[in-house]
């Protein structure tokens, strides 16, 4: 197996992109991810596109075609990857497969999502979770996350104000990014009293409805010199499943799926948690932020809360988490999300994150999660390759 290297990055903006088609924004990001690599579209071997539904949020099935011609890329092989939220996560971990086995050795992952050109997206989103037995008896997302939170706030004594710190944090770094949806901060007080959605889970609480995209491409290692002076190394990429429903799970308060997935990339990358700078998270809710951070093992379980509120995962605390701004505040276009979380632990180990910059970053993990954690894609980028 090859050593495997990011030689290419980029993102659209996030947010609602009304002059902007689905082809448009991933056109958009592919361009500027070949740029960013000082590549030609000949260059490239094959592309990996992370879409969860397409076909319910615009009607357009067969997306790796479509993209393959609007990008200028065809004949290529392009394949879309679906694992709901996961979906721009696993599409990034086929494209690092298909380099590190030798098949292929300039590949494409990108990911997009149009999910402001429906009336109700709720619909589109349930289509994550378990078809018969949550979202046809009325489950939304909102309501499932909210019954993690409730008994994590049960058992571990967890307080509102901690679940809503993580709203606050990812706030206060998206409105460093350009490229956030929501470049404004905002306050625990305003998170408690916004929206009701799913006690005890408010508006402020919840990412919100996003369009956008974003593309990376990848190399063998040996051979990421050619294309940049500033090479960011895979690790570590790894995949897990849990149950899809989240009643047949044994606990509400940890996602199995990241758990079996972290400690399977920690022992690839020889690294641990405390090696981590910074992590970019899936909090598609605050809890899930919360929840994610014990996962990965940087704080004990139940301790999470009370990292929150002591400040442990600012930029400048003992990891910086969702600098970015997470799903939160840079948005969730859902099958952009996993590339994007990668792209922006690139950017920040390249130095190029400008006023969200984490000072002397050497090594960064992301976690993607497809609806309650029925899937969790997670991968380790550092500057060194060893």
Same mark, same amino acid.
């Given at each position: 197996?090859r050593?495997?290297?990011?030689?290419?990055?980029?993102?659209?903006k996030?947010?609602?992109?009304?002059?902007?088609?689905?082809?448009?924004?991933?056109?958009?990001?592919?361009i500027?991810a070949?740029r960013d690599?000082?590549?030609?579209?000949?260059?490239?071997?094959?592309?990996y596109?992370?879409n969860?539904?397409?076909?319910?949020?615009?009607g357009?099935?067969?997306i790796?075609?479509?993209?393959?011609?609007h990008?200028g890329?065809t004949?290529i092989?392009?394949t !879309? /990857?679906? &694992?709901a939220?996961?979906?721009?996560?696993?599409?990034?971990?086929? =494209?690092?497969? $298909?380099v @590190?086995?030798g098949?292929?050795? !300039? /590949?494409? &992952?990108?990911?997009?999502?149009?999910?402001?050109d429906v009336?109700? =997206?709720?619909? $589109?989103? @349930?289509a994550a979770a378990?078809r018969?037995?949550?979202a046809q008896q009325?489950?939304t997302?909102?309501?499932l996350y909210?019954?993690?939170?409730?008994?994590?706030?049960?058992e571990?004594?967890?307080?509102?104000?901690?679940?809503?710190g993580?709203?606050?944090l990812?706030h206060?770094?998206?409105a460093?990014n350009?490229?956030?949806?929501?470049?404004?901060?905002i306050?625990?007080?305003?998170?408690?009293?916004?929206?009701k959605?799913?006690?005890?889970l408010n508006?402020l609480?919840?990412?919100?409805?996003?369009?956008?995209?974003?593309?990376?491409?990848?190399?063998?290692?040996?051979e990421?010199?050619?294309y940049?002076d500033?090479?960011?190394y895979?690790r570590a990429?790894t995949?897990a499943?849990a149950t899809?429903?989240l009643?047949?799970r044994?606990?509400?308060?940890?996602?199995?799926?990241?758990?079996f997935?972290?400690?399977k990339?920690?022992?690839?990358?020889?690294?641990?948690?405390?090696d981590?700078?910074?992590a970019?998270?899936?909090?598609?809710?605050?809890?899930?932020?919360?929840?994610?951070i014990?996962?990965?093992?940087?704080?004990?379980k139940g301790?999470?809360?009370?990292?929150?509120?002591d400040?442990?995962?600012?930029?400048?605390?003992?990891?910086?988490?969702?600098?970015?701004?997470?799903?939160?505040?840079?948005?969730?276009?859902?099958?952009?999300?996993?590339?994007?979380q990668a792209?922006?632990?690139?950017?920040?180990?390249r130095?190029?994150a400008?006023?969200?910059?984490v000072?002397?970053?050497?090594?960064?993990?992301?976690?993607?999660?497809?609806?309650?954690?029925?899937?969790?894609?997670i991968?380790?980028l550092?500057?060194?390759?060893?």
């Amino acid at each position: 197996m090859r050593d495997v290297a990011i030689v290419g990055v980029s993102q659209t903006k996030f947010g609602e992109l009304w002059e902007k088609s689905f082809r448009d924004l991933v056109v958009e990001a592919g361009i500027d991810a070949i740029r960013d690599a000082n590549m030609n579209g000949e260059d490239i071997d094959a592309m990996y596109i992370g879409n969860m539904t397409g076909g319910l949020f615009v009607g357009q099935e067969h997306i790796g075609s479509l993209i393959a011609e609007h990008s200028g890329l065809t004949p290529i092989p392009a394949t !879309r /990857v679906e &694992a709901a939220c996961a979906s721009g996560g696993l599409a990034l971990r086929q =494209a690092i497969m $298909a380099v @590190a086995s030798g098949y292929y050795d !300039r /590949v494409m &992952a990108a990911g997009v999502e149009k999910m402001t050109d429906v009336v109700d =997206a709720t619909p $589109a989103i @349930a289509a994550a979770a378990d078809r018969e037995w949550e979202a046809q008896q009325g489950v939304t997302f909102p309501s499932l996350y909210a019954m993690m939170a409730k008994r994590h706030m049960y058992e571990y004594g967890t307080t509102r104000e901690q679940i809503a710190g993580f709203a606050v944090l990812g706030h206060k770094n998206g409105a460093l990014n350009p490229k956030a949806q929501f470049q404004r901060e905002i306050s625990v007080d305003a998170v408690l009293n916004s929206t009701k959605v799913a006690s005890p889970l408010n508006i402020l609480d919840c990412s919100p409805v996003s369009d956008g995209a974003a593309a990376i491409i990848v190399c063998p290692a040996d051979e990421a010199h050619k294309y940049t002076d500033t090479p960011i190394y895979i690790r570590a990429s790894t995949q897990a499943s849990a149950t899809i429903s989240l009643h047949n799970r044994k606990s509400l308060t940890t996602i199995p799926s990241t758990i079996f997935a972290a400690k399977k990339a920690y022992d690839m990358a020889n690294l641990t948690p405390k090696d981590m700078d910074m992590a970019e998270v899936h909090d598609c809710f605050s809890i899930n932020g919360l929840i994610a951070i014990e996962d990965l093992g940087f704080f004990e379980k139940g301790k999470g809360g009370q990292a929150i509120e002591d400040g442990l995962i600012e930029r400048d605390g003992d990891i910086a988490v969702n600098p970015s701004g997470g799903l939160k505040a840079r948005g969730h276009p859902l099958g952009a999300t996993g590339i994007a979380q990668a792209a922006e632990i690139t950017w920040q180990l390249r130095q190029e994150a400008g006023k969200r910059q984490v000072s002397d970053a050497t090594s960064g993990i992301t976690l993607n999660i497809g609806g309650t954690g029925g899937t969790a894609a997670i991968h380790i980028l550092s500057v060194d390759r060893k």
